[in-house]
């Protein structure tokens, strides 16, 4: 399984953007999707996952800034990312779930300052 994520920039605090995240194999074979990131010095962080059934869950320093979806068509996953602040600057990946195992992409790097 091969992930390729894209979408990433500089963007001014209170800004958006959009990341995109294109599976390599049917992302109905796949268990859950979702974003993760890692700030200079922290830790990956899970930051939105979405299940087959469209269902979501959100870590709570994005709730109500960010979304998740998916495009099945398309074998990709989505994080429309609003009202970005500082603190969102990070390197964010996406992974996928896949026969019990989490799958990295490459990062993309997102940087929120003025």
């Known amino acids: 399984v091969q992930l390729q994520a894209s979408g990433g920039g500089l963007v001014q605090p209170g800004g958006s953007l959009r990341l995109s995240c294109v599976a390599s194999?049917?992302?109905?074979?796949?268990?859950?999707m979702g974003w993760a990131r890692q700030a200079p010095g922290k830790q990956r962080e899970l930051v939105a996952r979405?299940?087959?059934?469209?269902?979501?869950t959100y870590t709570d320093s994005v709730k109500g800034r960010f979304t998740i979806s998916k495009d099945n068509a398309k074998n990709t996953v989505f994080l429309q990312m609003n009202s970005l602040k500082a603190e969102d600057t990070a390197v964010y990946y996406c992974?996928?779930?896949?026969?019990?195992?989490?799958?990295w992409g490459q990062g993309t790097q997102v940087t929120v300052s003025s």
């Open positions: 979405i299940w087959p059934g469209g269902s979501t």
């Open positions: 194999i049917s992302i109905f074979s796949i268990e859950a």
């Open positions: 992974f996928v779930v896949y026969n019990d195992r989490f799958i």
